[in-house]
């Protein structure tokens, strides 16, 4: 997720405002639906009781548009307004990573050993426009994802769905493995091979349903209508956005109506923002965002009943571009993950990472449990072993390029990785990429980047969605998540293999996992330097009662209220 969800309006909002708004475009004229919805809108946000829930986010999301956007701050939103055939349960911890269903009737069907799922459209279905849902709204879907595109779509639709590469390529005119009956409600989806978590790519926001004929373009300031409890309107570049009631929503059974409207309100002084949460001027403060160490002591003293830390799957890591100098070379790879420092990084995030080597985090089925390969992550790094490695690597010398956001505390980690790979022995720089514009940046293949911040927030608790970023067809022109461009013939054939078996069999493969990601930290393909923990901070008029914090989203924005 979404950055990354995971850890995010930014690439593609950046590029709105310039015109006109990834880890997740131009202004666009909507559709006549679409301004129908923006209008009924307005009138529903008046009339929440209790006026909105302010949350306040450090980075706007890369798009609030479902089909494009894919970093933490659009899943929040995103998924209480795009319901898909499937959905996650509204639920604390662990629970909320239970997948059930959405606009469908019940969980698809299973059959053709895992290669077909058949599922049926609930009746009486109306968009937030009031426009009604048909089954072929589900093709037109996802075949907008492909050409859009997010930056999962091509591995978990044009990878998975048969016909959809095909599709995204230009080479059909539909995606031939979908077939979509509007009289009976039913939608049947074949795939090339069975996948395991395919339950959970229907719960992606991205595939969540728009209406037919939606543009085939990314809307990041005017979001096409959806059906959930809640709808996206009021959007303006890098500033603002709400979330508000919909006035046309019929209530699904576990998916909740929903208490008050939400005013969501963008600022990268994420200080200013923990304040405002502190003071009671906000009312949340994204889970996302680090708050400052400065004002940790401050909030623990005033404000400790209502502010605590989640752990959730979550991998901080730098990547290592492995088809260039210098981190071509394995031995240059050992050498960044032999002697970074992780207890340097942990107080540069305000003690908020757990250190760790493992590309798979501790929450996650599959991690390993044995000693990294090469030191304790917690020892504070071995300096004197790394400039020895980069002296046998032969890339002694090498410039680097670190690619850096701006935000903090991830700007202050490039900052200290950088003067680090210039102490083993580097000639390293660093490039500091608007918020705003960074994963789209990295993710475009002709820069060819060769190392900088990266992180990965589960998008759904199954380890093949970390391996995303590590299979060899993920490596796209645009919106690249494979940053690192790691192509490694075991990786693809063995994630590919695990993937096929369903996420309520995982632990009967978990050793395997196991010995993949043992093999990855091996081949120092990931320089994890730590596991995220996140903080769940609200202003005292919050009913922390009812509040929900999942694995998926953090806050559920439905669950919020005041006491």
Not at 26 to 37: C, D, L, N, P, V
Not at 113 to 126: E, P, S
Request: proline residues 7%.
């Amino acid at each position: 997720m979404r950055r990354h969800r995971r850890s995010a309006l930014a690439t593609v909002l950046a590029l709105a405002s310039v015109v006109a708004l990834s880890a997740c475009g131009s202004s666009s004229s909507s559709s006549t639906s679409t301004g129908a919805a923006a209008t009924t809108t307005s009138g529903s946000a008046t009339a929440a009781a209790g006026g909105p829930v302010k949350v306040v986010v450090g980075t706007a999301p890369d798009s609030l548009d479902p089909q494009f956007g894919y970093t933490t701050q659009a899943a929040e939103a995103d998924w209480l307004a795009y319901t898909g055939l499937t959905t996650y349960a509204h639920a604390n911890g662990q629970a909320g990573g239970t997948v059930i269903p959405g606009l469908a009737t019940a969980l698809p069907v299973v059959s053709d050993g895992g290669k077909t799922y058949t599922a049926t459209l609930r009746k009486g279905l109306v968009y937030s426009n009031g426009k009604p849902v048909k089954a072929s709204d589900f093709a037109y879907t996802i075949e907008r994802a492909l050409k859009l595109p997010w930056g999962g779509s091509g591995q978990f639709y044009g990878g998975t769905i048969k016909g959809a590469a095909e599709f995204a390529a230009g080479k059909a005119k539909s995606i031939s493995g979908i077939v979509a009956d509007d009289a009976t409600g039913t939608i049947t989806i074949h795939l090339i091979a069975p996948y395991g978590a395919f339950d959970n790519v229907l719960a992606f926001p991205s595939s969540g349903l728009v209406p037919s004929g939606t543009p085939m373009k990314n809307m990041p300031l005017t979001p096409p209508p959806g059906v959930g409890p809640y709808m996206i309107t009021n959007v303006v570049a890098n500033s603002s956005f709400q979330v508000v009631k919909n006035p046309h929503w019929t209530p699904i059974p576990g998916i909740p109506s929903g208490y008050n409207n939400i005013s969501v309100s963008i600022n990268p002084n994420v200080s200013s923002n923990a304040l405002a949460v502190l003071q009671n001027s906000a009312d949340v403060f994204d889970y996302a965002d680090t708050v400052p160490g400065s004002l940790l002591p401050q909030i623990k003293a005033q404000a400790s009943d209502r502010y605590s830390k989640k752990i959730m799957n979550s991998t901080y890591y730098v990547f290592l571009n492995t088809q260039t100098k210098p981190f071509s070379s394995q031995l240059a790879r050992e050498a960044v993950i032999t002697g970074i420092d992780q207890n340097a990084m942990s107080r540069l995030g305000s003690g908020t990472l757990i250190p760790g080597c493992y590309f798979l985090p501790p929450g996650m089925v599959g991690h390993p449990t044995q000693p990294c390969p090469y030191g304790d992550p917690a020892s504070g790094g071995n300096l004197a072993k790394a400039k020895q490695l980069v002296q046998q690597s032969g890339m002694a010398g090498q410039p680097v390029t670190v690619w850096s956001q701006t935000r903090s505390p991830r700007q202050q980690w490039m900052t200290y990785y950088t003067q680090f790979l210039n102490q083993i022995g580097f000639k390293a720089t660093q490039k500091v990429i608007a918020d705003a514009t960074y994963w789209t940046t990295i993710g475009n293949l002709k820069l060819n980047p060769q190392t900088g911040f990266a992180d990965w927030n589960q998008d759904f608790p199954n380890p093949i969605d970390f391996y995303l970023l590590l299979q060899s067809t993920a490596i796209q022109p645009n919106n690249n998540q494979n940053f690192g461009q790691v192509k490694d013939a075991h990786v693809d054939s063995t994630s590919k293999r695990l993937g096929a078996t369903p996420s309520s069999r995982l632990q009967s493969i978990a050793a395997q996992w196991q010995a993949l990601d043992t093999y990855v930290a091996q081949k120092a393909y990931v320089g994890a330097y730590g596991y995220q923990t996140f903080p769940a901070f609200t202003s005292n008029r919050i009913d922390l009662s009812k509040a929900i914090f999942g694995p998926q989203y953090g806050w559920d924005w439905s669950s919020l209220t005041f006491k």
